[in-house]
Every structure is written in C-alpha cells, then in structure tokens.
C-alpha cells in the first residue's frame, strides 16, 4: 500500500486508504465503549507494552541524556552560559525529544511486535477460530491493544524524560562535579506544568496511531505467512511516519492552547 | 434417516466466487438432525468454503445458508453469536490459542458465553478434555502437543458448549491412520451420545465409510451428487465413485 502511494502518486488509492484505516480507528473507538469490556486483556497487553518496553526506553533515554550533554557543554561553557545545561537538558526532553523518540521506539518495538502477532493469528486461524466461539475477535485483539499503546505511551515517555535526566546529570556531574541537588534546581528553575504535561498527554495520541495502525496491519492481512512478516515492517513504516506528522500538527495545537510552552 | 426429521442445516442455491475464481455455483443440500454428512471432492473444490459459509465467517454471493430456521448470511453482532453458541467447529490446524494452555483454550468460551462458576468451568473443561483423552495434558500449551493431541483438543474445545451441530475440516489431515480412526471414534461416539449433527469436510474414505450417513460430492465448483453410501457407489460418475471408494 505504501509503495503504490509513493510510486504511483494514485490519489484515489490512497484517499481509499485513508479511509479504511479511519473507518478502522472509528471501530476501535466504538468498540471501546461498548461492553463486555475487556479489561483482563487490556493489563495484560499493559505488562506487555508497557514493561516490556521499559529496558528500551530506559537505556535509550540514559543514552541520549549523556550525549546531550556531552554536545551542549563545551558549546554552552565557552560562551559562559555552562548553568543553563540542566535546564536545556530538561526543556527539550520534556517538551519535544522525550514524547518524540518514546513514540519512535515503541512503534519500532511494539508496532512490529502486534503487526506480526496478529497476522500470525490471522494465517493460522486463531482468530476464525474466536469469532467462531462467538467471541468478537475485535474487541478481544483490537481494542486491548490499542488502549494499553494509549495508555502506557505517557508513563513511558515520563520514564524516558526522568532516565535522560539522570544520564544528563551523570555526564554533567563527570565534567563538571555538579551536585545533584544543583542538577535539579537548576533544571526545574523556570520549569511550569505546561512544559509537562500537554507534551506528555499528546503521546496518548501517538500510543492511538501505533495502536491502530499496527492492529489494522496485523488484523486485516491475508496473505498467509508471507503477510506476517508484511504486516509487521508496515506497521513500523506507516506508525512512525503518522507519529512524526501528528506531532507537527500536535506541537501546532499545544502552542495555541499553551503559548508559554514554547521554548 | 429419514425425510420425516427436523431439518438442521439448508444450503440454499449458494454460489460463491473470490475474485474472479467461482468456487461454488449454485450449490444445495440439506442435512437432517443427527445426520452425519461427508463432503467430499477434489482438493480446491470448495469444500473448507462450504463449511466457513455454513457457520458465516464467510456469506454467499447468492442463496442463503439456514441454520434452523435463521438464514446465517444476513445475521450479524449479537444475533450471529446467539446462532455460532449451537455451532462448534474443528479446524484443520485445530487452531488452538497458542499462547493459552490446553485448559485455557476450553475455558474461553464456557467464561464467556456462560454464567458458570469458576469450579464448574473447571469441572466441564476437565470433563471435555477427559472425553478425548487430554485430561493429564490441560496445563501444556498448544505448542507441546503432537498433531493428533491438536486436533483432539481443538475437538474438545468444539464440544465444551455441547453443540447441536458440529462442523469438522479435515479432521484427518497430518495423521497416521490410526490415529485419523482415534478421531473418527470420538465423531461417532459424539452422534451417538448427543446425537449431534455433524458436517465433516474429508479427503480420507475410509474415515467418511465410518462415520458418514450421507455424501456430498463437490466437483467443478457444483455439487454433482448427495446420496447414501450405496447409491453413490454405483453412480454414474467416476469421479464420484472413486472419492467415495467405490469400483
């Protein structure tokens, strides 16, 4: 699908497409609201999702922190502005690079991961074989999945913005022999909820992308196994690329909402 | 059987194509209560189709599949379960939820589709699986089973909700003979006990002699003979008395 809308620019293509995957994402938040609710698979894919991720999303946003760091220091130092470092470090995590970079990985990791579970499902029955109990295969697979993406993309990017902090200060603290208790009153001096929270809400909507889209890959594919593998590297495709354009028009919305969130 | 019972199934004049590929034209039978049909015919000839249009995971181009007196291809939501909760269906592959145990895989639809409390989901899934042997094996996962301990656990888990019509694909694919005639014993004890009606898609005469009343020859995307054992036997067609192992 994504090679025909790049190749072949056919516009009818991809509007048809825009709308299966909308009509999709309209299913998934009907189906949400009605009952029987499905609440023992929705923790369950929380565990999986969410703790699953964790290592990742941990190890990325120590990772990053240090190289911040390590980038913005001698630059901030020489024009003697080396105390502004934890509040740079703080800002861009919490407003853009932290929710971004989540959202990049979970698609990567878990966009790949339900894509390919559920072609799997679909290649070899299992979800006939639901529909059959009289069980709506939607709402046991779907719906699950895509709440616990929305549901745990906030927690993880509060885990990546706090462990990026650490990895900001461990770098600091090696170069500078900067206390903690100065790391982080130079980093929340200034610091007002709104560079918080409208950022790290905003991924719930990235989780409701990586969800769908992944869950459409996965649950409509027909192709056997063959589809599996398809399902999986479209999802990771077409998630990341809707997350970074979302994020444009989200950034957009929470500078109207929020004018003093803006670096 | 006799003209005189209930009509259980109606395959009502169905024609179905994918594509541009007709798999079935104009196709019609019927199957008593407590009958126990055998289609049959050469692979692609649109058997596994017949039995997904008869318990709606797929809906006739034209005609209509009765289910009772409910036309299956035009229910939907809730009415198309109340209908599926009479119907079970074994698949080829068994289908068994890989990432649930065997007594997980049976306790799905008792928890969901009954008000039965947890001990007795517990004693009916242990009963069930007791029926086809698998009682020691309800805490292996799918993945732990041999071909023929799949099929009779996913023929447990078609029978738990105790249906009254039971739709099996290929229930002797992958399997030596006498584990294929393991199965074919538990068919007949299942029409024999509950007398469940049962519609079996085959490649194995042996099997269908066994536990078939009646036969349905699919060729050609039409359906090219419906009768008893005997009479299809001396049918006309050689296609048809071959695959019912006949001179």
Not at chain 1, 185 to 194: L, P
Not at chain 2, 59 to 78: A, C, F, H, T
Not at chain 2, 233 to 240: A, L, Y
Request: aromatic fraction near 8%.
């Amino acid at each position: 699908m994504i090679c025909t809308i790049a190749d072949g620019g056919r516009l009818k293509t991809f509007l048809e497409f825009i709308g299966v995957i909308a009509s999709f994402a309209a299913r998934v938040i009907t189906s949400a609201w009605r009952s029987p609710y499905e609440f023992e698979q929705t923790w369950m894919q929380v565990g999986e999702i969410g703790a699953r991720s964790l290592p990742l999303v941990a190890a990325s946003g120590l990772a990053l922190g240090v190289v911040m760091t390590l980038h913005t220091h001698s630059t901030l130092v020489t024009f003697g502005a080396a105390a502004m470092i934890p509040k740079v470090q703080s800002l861009s995590f919490f407003i853009e690079i932290g929710p971004l970079v989540a959202a990049l990985l979970v698609a990567g990791r878990v966009g790949a991961g339900i894509g390919a579970v559920l072609a799997n499902l679909r290649a070899s029955e299992q979800i006939d074989a639901i529909e059959v109990l009289s069980v709506d295969s939607f709402k046991f697979l779907v719906v699950p999945r895509v709440v616990a993406c929305v549901l745990v993309l906030p927690l993880l990017t509060t885990f990546m913005d706090l462990t990026a902090l650490l990895g900001g200060f461990l770098a600091e603290h090696a170069l500078s022999h900067l206390s903690a208790q100065l790391f982080i009153e130079r980093a929340f001096n200034g610091f007002a909820w709104s560079n918080f929270v409208p950022p790290t809400l905003k991924t719930t909507v990235f989780g409701f992308l990586i969800g769908t889209v992944s869950c459409y890959y996965g649950y409509t594919t027909d192709e056997g196994a063959e589809g599996v593998g398809r399902a999986a590297t479209n999802s990771v495709v077409l998630s990341s690329l809707l997350v970074i354009v979302a994020d444009v028009v989200l950034v957009k919305i929470i500078f109207l909402f929020f004018p003093g969130s803006a670096l | 059987m006799t003209e005189s019972q209930p009509t259980a199934i109606v395959f009502d004049g169905v024609s179905k194509s994918f594509g541009s590929k007709q798999v079935l034209q104009e196709v019609s039978f019927s199957v008593m209560q407590g009958e126990t049909v055998c289609l049959l015919g050469r692979s692609g000839t649109g058997k596994s189709v017949t039995l997904k249009l008869l318990i709606g995971l797929l809906r006739p181009d034209i005609g209509k599949v009765l289910i009772g007196q409910d036309n299956i291809s035009s229910l939907e939501g809730d009415d198309l379960s109340r209908l599926r909760r009479k119907m079970g269906f074994l698949f080829q592959s068994a289908a068994l939820f890989d990432s649930a145990t065997l007594e997980e895989n049976l306790a799905l639809p008792l928890r969901r589709l009954t008000d039965k409390s947890k001990s007795e989901i517990e004693h009916a899934v242990l009963r069930a699986l007791a029926e086809v042997g698998l009682a020691a094996d309800r805490y292996k996962m799918p993945g732990e089973l041999s071909g023929g301990m799949k099929k009779r656990a996913g023929l447990a888990r078609a029978l738990v909700l105790e249906p009254e019509i039971l739709l099996v694909d290929e229930p002797s694919s992958g399997l030596d003979r006498i584990t294929a005639s393991e199965i074919d014993d538990l068919l007949l004890e299942q029409k024999a006990k509950r007398r469940t009606t049962i519609v079996i898609v085959t490649h194995d005469v042996h099997g269908a002699r066994r536990v078939g009343d009646r036969f349905a020859v699919l060729d050609k995307a039409r359906l090219v003979a419906f009768d008893t054992l005997q009479c299809l036997e001396n049918h006309e067609s050689k296609t048809v008395r071959t695959l019912v192992g006949g001179q």
